[in-house]
């Protein structure tokens, strides 16, 4: 067990300092920002000769949004694969600055999460979703389908915990030059131990029509979450965002013969 875990430290990327990052990202200036979602913002920098994206956690005044940080930082230093964004580095620093609270001058402490990962250059997939008639060739299509399947499977089988992302869809897959897709973002993914491979969620937390039934109804997780995410996605990649809304009613045996035609 304790070599076990000293391998995974060794892997472990090193934390960046603060300052660092703030030099790099031109002070996290609207101009580098690539992008935003629900737990921050995602800039452009250069780190040691390389091209990252620097992922600034939102700022907060407490530990609620704690495990958004602790998700992503852990899972990801448990899995390397060529299907999942590598972690670069991180930072988390505790600043010390002169805010305003109820009505006087108070020193709080600011705590700045920062997570950095390698610069894919075609972005997220949902830019690239298209009809049939349009868009990526099939090929390509066929080959980011592959990686994402075997990246999700990597997940659930290549480590002795598995990872469950818990938020796969277009937006959280990137694209390097050669269209070879990366699972990114794993902010909501859970680690989880071989003797328990499901378990209930305290609130529902997720984005439609990516979430099972199972889950919205009771809260369920297990790793069919991620499968029933994959083919909403997978779907999407063939039929264009509103695939999943035109074909979700239709019997299976006839979507499989619509898919083999």
Sequence with gaps: MANSL???LSAVPKAIPYALLEEITDN???ERMLGQGGFGKVYWGMYNGEEIAVKKLRMI???ADEPQFNNELLSLVHVQH?????LVGYCYQTKHEVNVYNGRLVVADV???VLCFEYLSRGSLDEYLSDESCGLDWYERYKI???????LNFLHNGTKRAVYHLDL???NILLDENWMPKICDFGLSRLISNSAKSHNAEHCIGTPPFMPPEYI?????SDKYDVFSLGVTIIQIIAGRDGHSKYEDMPCQKFAELIRA
């Design 6 to 8: 000293q391998h995974i």
């Design 28 to 30: 996290f200036s609207d």
């Design 61 to 63: 005044q407490h530990l």
């Design 82 to 86: 060529q299907n999942i964004v590598k």
């Design 111 to 113: 705590i700045e999460r």
């Design 145 to 151: 389908i592959v990686g994402i399947c075997e990246g």
């Design 169 to 171: 869809k277009p937006a």
């Design 217 to 221: 109804e009771k809260g369920r997780i």
